[in-house]
Nanobody
Framework: QVQLAESGGGLVQTGGSLRLSCAAS????????MGWFRQAPGKKRENSDFVAGVDWRDGDIAYGDSVKGRFTISRDSAKNTVYLQMNSLKPEDTAVYYC?????????????WGQGTQVTVSS
């Protein structure tokens, strides 16, 4: 099993920035992907939206349309840690952000999920 430890959520004003971190431990493997989904208020976790993902093997990156140009995902391979730098935050970015671990970016949704960290953007 893989354990995911998230940190970095909080309250920020519109236009502000936050950085989320997620460290993977346990049964990681040489080829995998990590990323983030978010659960907006009033939505079920299973309907969370894809935010970003990074493939550990080749560094491929993907973003959800609503965050392109504002969010940046990066990784520290030595620490098995993924980061999500969130800039120009908007109230609609308010959500619980979940770190995920899977075989590749496409199947991240079906992998392991962290406990989630709350991000609240005030207007």
């Amino acid at each position: 099993q893989v354990q995911l430890a998230e940190s970095g959520g909080g309250l920020v004003q519109t236009g502000g920035s936050l950085r989320l971190s997620c460290a993977a431990s346990g049964r990681t493997r040489s080829t995998f992907a990590m990323g983030w989904f978010r659960q907006a208020p009033g939505k079920k976790r299973e309907n969370s939206d894809f935010v970003a993902g990074v493939d550990w093997r080749d560094g491929d990156i993907a973003y959800g349309d609503s965050v392109k140009g504002r969010f940046t995902i990066s990784r520290d391979s030595a620490k098995n840690t993924v980061y999500l730098q969130m800039n120009s935050l908007k109230p609609e970015d308010t959500a619980v952000y979940y770190c995920t671990f899977g075989d590749d970016i496409v199947t991240l949704y079906f992998g392991s999920w962290g406990q989630g960290t709350q991000v609240t953007v005030s207007s």
